[in-house]
């Protein structure tokens, strides 16, 4: 194996550790510490393939929205002074089951797919990736940005009611 393949393996490897990390602690910045790694992860992923730019914005990207996340977790975390609930096995076991479906669709959808091979001499610049966030792929990029600004104040109205005694619907 070569060094590029090893630094592949081992960032996979710190991708998927840190994903279990991010889904199966119960302490919630134990578990933004676990995601924060796994982005590290697929940073370091980006890195060995050779994309040195989505390497730079994953860690720059994901550093930020960790720390963004980290104040939406105490906001919306289920008070330290109330007890704690324990989980149900069958919602568990549901979870893992959707998620073991999921994964095995993407796989079979990766493996069927045909992978255009790489230009020899392509432009991969981040001012060739600015360009066309902002010109082809803008409607895509607002449309992002809309999506998540509703995903936070839902989640926030959701947390309010919940505390309030209403339920969460």
């Known amino acids: 194996m070569t060094i590029a393949s090893w630094g592949f393996l081992v960032s996979a490897v710190v991708a998927l550790g840190g994903a279990l990390l991010a889904v199966g602690l119960r302490s919630i910045f134990h578990n933004i510490l676990g995601f924060a790694l796994a982005m590290l992860g697929v940073a370091g992923v980006f ?6 730019f989505l390497a730079a914005v994953f860690v720059l990207v994901y550093v930020g929205a960790v720390a963004i996340a980290m104040v939406y977790a105490v906001m919306l ?3 330290l002074d109330q007890p704690h609930r324990p989980r149900k096995g069958l919602k568990i076991a549901g ?5 073991a479906g999921v994964a095995a669709a993407l796989w079979g959808v990766l493996r069927r797919a045909r992978w255009p091979a790489a230009v020899p001499g392509g432009d991969t610049s981040a001012a060739q990736a600015g360009t066309r966030f902002l010109t082809d792929y803008v409607l895509a990029f ?3 940005s809309v999506l998540l600004v509703v995903a936070k104040i839902s989640a926030v109205m959701v ?11």
């Open 142 to 144: 607002e449309l992002v």
């Open 95 to 99: 979870a893992a089951t959707l998620a």
């Open 47 to 52: 890195g060995s393939l050779g994309s040195d």
């Open 77 to 79: 975390s289920h008070p």
């Open 159 to 169: 947390a309010r009611r919940a505390r309030a005694g209403r339920g969460a619907w």
